[in-house]
């Protein structure tokens, strides 16, 4: 099976008939049935806001996701000093990334996570360090 780390866009997509990445995402949710799905706990706080808990079906499908073996969530306690002093420096600025974006991209950096896989709709902000580290980005 492939690591696969999977970013805040896909989610709100994949739960959001309405978004402009909705068929994307439904043509990639096979594979977090086929992959260890890595979620960095960051996006949980992304992805689980006021307007997705009032959506009881995106609420007890993400939830059971959470649930299954293959996923695992990622603490990011030992990165989100370095992550918070990167998202304000002048580089960061240029490329206008989240807080929870260079999270991401720290562990994409870090060597001690074998991922194969990046899914998200915003390739530019990590296509440097996934083309570096030989990380496939699935956007279908």
Known sequence: ??????????????????????????????????????????????????????????KTEFENILKRNNVTIVNDDSIKTDALRITFTDESKKRNLSLVDNIIRLILEDVSYKIDCLITFNKKDFIDICQKRNIEILDK
């Open 1 to 58: 099976m492939i690591n696969v780390i999977v970013d805040s866009g896909f989610w709100f997509a994949l739960y959001d008939t309405g978004d402009a990445y909705y068929t994307k995402a439904i043509n990639i949710v096979e594979y977090l049935n086929m992959s260890n799905v890595i979620i960095p706990f960051p996006t949980l706080y992304e992805s689980i806001n006021t307007k997705f808990m009032k959506n009881t079906v995106a």
